[in-house]
T-cell receptor
């Protein structure tokens, strides 16, 4: 069993839909990261969470430490949101990554 | 620049050759990380530097892989006797002192023919 599991692996949505990507982990962590990776490999850090909820524009990330679960939500999705979204957990020394969720938003 | 810079962006080499991949972290960041991402998978940890020293190199797959950070800023990942299985995107990230936030570079895509 992977230490970090994301679901779904692939997600196709219509523009405007509300999107949820889930992340479950089995290790103790000090922080959880949500990352966005566009074609070509560049990774952008979206959120770092250690508790509660964070919001940035149309993106919302939540974490439940007791249940070892986090969700990334995208409201009013847009084709430019199409990317791979990666959950990563760990400490300042090391991150363990999920395999990513490929999101495609159709116009 | 303001972000983490990795060079080259793409590197094509032949099996058995030696390659060096460079990472310029954000100025002032004391922590530097190398990750490897194979096609269709999430990144995997390779090595972590705090300052000039490798604080954790447990992710290096074998002794063909080596990384240095001699002055505590720029880091070089060195791969000897490259194999086709080394083909991947090599990602570098840096972090301010005592922070969990990591800032990623765009990566170097290594292709071993």
């Amino acid at each position: 069993k992977n230490e970090v599991e994301q679901s779904p692996q692939n997600l196709t949505a219509q523009e405007g839909e509300f999107i949820t990507i889930n992340c479950s982990y089995s290790v103790g962590i000090s922080a959880l990261h949500w990352l966005q990776q566009h074609p070509g490999g560049g990774i952008v850090s979206l959120f770092m969470l250690s508790s509660g909820k964070k919001k940035h524009g149309r993106l919302i990330a939540t974490i439940n430490i007791q249940e070892k679960h986090s969700s990334l939500h995208i409201t009013a999705s847009h084709p430019r949101d199409s990317a791979v979204y990666i959950c990563a957990v760990g400490s300042a020394r090391q991150l363990t990554f999920g395999s990513g969720t490929q999101l495609t938003v159709l116009p | 620049g303001a972000g983490v810079s990795q060079t080259p962006s793409n590197k094509v080499t032949e099996k058995g050759k030696y390659v060096e991949l460079r990472c310029d972290p954000i100025s002032g960041h004391t922590a530097l990380y190398w990750y490897r991402q194979s096609l269709g998978q999430g990144p995997e940890f390779l090595i972590y530097f705090q300052g000039t020293g490798a604080a954790d190199d447990s992710g290096l797959p074998n002794d063909r892989f080596f990384a240095v950070r001699p002055e505590g800023s720029v880091s070089t990942l060195k791969i000897q006797r490259t194999e086709r299985g080394d083909s991947a995107v090599y990602l570098c990230a840096s972090s301010p002192d005592r922070s969990d936030i990591q800032y990623f570079g765009a990566g170097t895509r290594l292709s071993v023919l």
